[in-house]
Each structure stands twice: as C-alpha cells, then as structure tokens.
C-alpha cells in the first residue's frame, strides 16, 4: 500500500474508484475488480436492481471484500435521486452516497442544478 487514501476516519487501501456499470457479465466484472484491485467500487442501486443481474451480481460484490460506493446513476430527478439514496443508504448500511442526477438523456451530462438543491 503505496499511497491508501484518508476521508475521514475510513482508510481505502488504493485512490482506485472503480465503477460496476457496462461490463458484459458477472464474471467480467469480479476479475476487473480482482486485477485492479480498487479502494472501493461504486454501484448504481437503480442501474443493477433493473439490469435483471439479481442475486449473482450482489453476491459477487460482498465476496470480493471491496468497500460499496452506492450511487444514484439514471436518476433523472431531485426527488428521484433522494429516494435511491435513501434506499441505498439502508440497504448498504452507509452515509456515503455518491449523488447523480442526469440532466441529459443522450450524453447523460449530469444537472448541476438538480445535484445543489
């Protein structure tokens, strides 16, 4: 451990943010989280609830002993992306929330606007 990362009391053991969204399979996704070897991963509550990836998906996150970081990608409003983030917070049994609201469906360029209220 070269360099780990302090925010806060919490010590990441590598400044590697890796994202969980895109990768052609379960499988993909645990050996580009092994091979990387992250300080955490994020994770879209409403992208991977909807995927269908279900039970083998999350399974695959809690084995690899890699802190979550829950987010609320493809929330398009305030009031949307409150409630994931409240759900997420209960089910991943965090305050780290990495807040996302898109302001753009085809580039998918956030709202800086939706993000400060």
């Known amino acids: ?4 990362l302090n925010i806060g009391e919490t010590i990441l053991q590598s400044r590697l943010f890796l ?18 070897k992250p300080g955490l991963i994020t994770v879209s509550l409403r ?13 695959i ?14 929330c398009h409003g305030v009031q949307e992306a409150i409630t994931t983030a409240e759900m997420a917070r209960e089910i991943f049994e965090t305050n780290w929330i990495k807040l996302e609201v898109i302001g753009d469906d085809y580039t998918l360029q956030p709202d800086p606007y939706g993000l400060i209220e």
């Open 1 to 4: 451990m070269a360099h780990p």
């Open 19 to 36: 994202g969980t969204a895109g990768y052609p399979s379960p499988e993909i996704l645990r050996q580009a989280i092994e091979a990387s």
């Open 47 to 59: 992208r991977e609830s909807a995927a269908g990836k279900g039970q083998k998906f999350w399974d």
């Open 61 to 74: 996150i809690k084995g690899l002993g890699v802190p979550a970081l829950p987010n609320t990608a493809g």
